[in-house]
């Protein structure tokens, strides 16, 4: 089966035009949306992508319809890819999985989006090595000082409640409970 999607950003804007370039694809069924391709959250996408069977192909008229960007269009397309359903772009013909030439010019922009995504997690992880050596502390800081952490201890042994330690200190009572916890591993 042959399922549309069409999508303006505003209610102002119409559908007309797609609707029309839907129809003439020999779409069944054609989902319409009227919100922003910015948005994580659109309903009839969602939907659609529920509906689709192995077998159907999703039809649009240009690539912007469906995907925010080329890795949203990638992750959309390895969706559809297995669930074993076809992609076509009505406006860019070489987005077309159900011919051949389409399927390896989708594989080359999924290899090449890879490609790009491991380089960045290498050049990350060179980054926050480097940090590192120049003593560049990841994470949240810590609530307290070495000298508060002592006198928190001090308090929790003198019998002070934990309630009124995490006030004097300002912290939830769960910083002094893993305080007190951390202590109790270490002397073991």
């Avoid at 559908?15 to 029309?20: E, G, I, T």
């Avoid at 009227?34 to 009839?44: F, H, L, M, T």
């Avoid at 389409?102 to 491991?118: C, H, L, N, P, S």
Wanted: charged share 30%; hydrophobic share 40%; aromatic share 4%.
């Amino acid at each position: 089966m042959k399922i549309g999607y069409a999508r303006v950003s505003t209610s102002e804007q119409t559908l007309d035009a797609q609707l029309r370039q839907l129809k003439e694809a020999s779409c069944e069924l054609i989902f319409e949306e009227k919100i922003s391709g910015a948005r994580r959250d659109r309903p009839e996408l969602e939907r659609l992508l529920e509906h689709l069977r192995a077998g159907d192909t999703l039809i649009v008229c240009k690539l912007d319809r469906l995907a925010r960007s080329t890795h949203h269009l990638l992750e959309l397309v390895e969706a559809l890819r297995q669930k074993k359903v076809a992609f076509q772009s009505l406006g860019e013909p070489w987005a077309d999985t159900t011919s051949h030439a389409g399927k390896v010019i989708m594989t080359i922009f999924a290899g090449i989006a890879e490609f790009e995504r491991d380089l960045i997690r290498e050049r990350t992880g060179i980054g926050r090595k480097q940090a590192l050596e120049h003593g560049v502390k990841f994470g949240r800081p810590e609530k307290l000082s070495s000298e508060q952490k002592a006198l928190a201890l001090r308090l929790v042994k003198e019998g002070e409640s934990i309630s009124k330690i995490a006030n004097t200190f300002n912290v939830d009572r769960s910083t002094i409970y893993r305080l007190q916890s951390t202590q109790e591993k270490a002397v073991l």
